[in-house]
């Protein structure tokens, strides 16, 4: 089986433009994560999936953030008028239900954004 | 509000030699800590969990302790190896599994 994938893996858009990233998760997970990494830093959490609904979206940064997914299995991240702060690793990870606890996340290797 | 942080930045061994990487945590209601590896340009790695109602766990080369009077974790490589560099994050769990990383240590494993 496939592990997480995520497309682009890079990504150059100029300020103010606005970015689609997308994640395909393993199959069979009904969780979904996505997270930012800045330059040298830890990981971000932004919001989190069950199924197709976002029980948790206490980590997007700003309303230029949302995300969607469909069919319970691919989700797009979409970011509106760029900004150069925006400019970060996204991460994707799946795992099996968590029923609103833990279970091992596994993560796709990241979209590199990079906002001039 | 929540934090997982680490003591240090860096840590450089020799092959060979064991390694301890420690974190400390403030959320005492996270079921769950975990360790990742992430080599240069990848996704975080799995390394290993543990549980709140634990205090120790081994994997291959791999031992977690949990300390939570002090609210710290710690990971111990065994015989750490050139390919055991990389960043190390240590993680908690919150409501929906969502991580809560810390900052990374990063390990450097001379030859």
């Known amino acids: 089986g496939a592990g997480v994938s995520q497309s682009p893996s890079n990504k150059v858009t100029e300020k103010g433009k606005d970015v689609e990233l997308r994640c395909d998760p393993i199959s069979g997970h009904t969780a979904l994560y996505w997270y930012r990494q800045s330059l040298g830093q830890g990981l971000e959490f932004l919001i989190y999936?069950?199924?197709?609904?976002?029980?948790?979206k206490s980590g997007l940064p700003s309303d230029r953030f949302s995300a969607e997914r469909t069919g319970g299995s691919v989700s797009t991240l979409t970011i509106q008028r760029t900004q150069q702060e925006d400019s970060a690793v996204y991460l994707c990870a799946s795992s099996l239900a968590t029923s609103g606890g833990y279970n091992e996340q596994f993560f796709g290797p990241g979209t590199r954004l990079t906002v001039l | 509000g929540e934090s997982v942080g680490l003591h240090l930045p860096t840590l450089s061994v020799q092959e060979g030699d064991n390694s301890i990487i420690n974190c400390a945590y403030s959320n005492s209601a996270s079921d769950y800590f975990i360790w990742y590896k992430q080599e240069s340009g990848k996704g975080p790695q799995f390394i290993i969990d543990?549980?709140?109602?634990?205090d120790k766990r081994q994997g291959q080369r791999v031992t977690v302790l949990l300390n939570k009077t002090v609210k710290h974790l710690s990971l111990q490589i065994a015989a750490t190896q050139p390919g055991d560099s990389a960043v190390y994050f240590c993680a908690e769990s919150g409501w929906g599994g969502k991580l809560i990383f810390g900052q990374g240590t990063e390990l450097s494993v001379k030859p």
């Open positions: 999936f069950q199924g197709n609904s976002a029980p948790d």
């Open positions: 543990i549980r709140s109602n634990m």
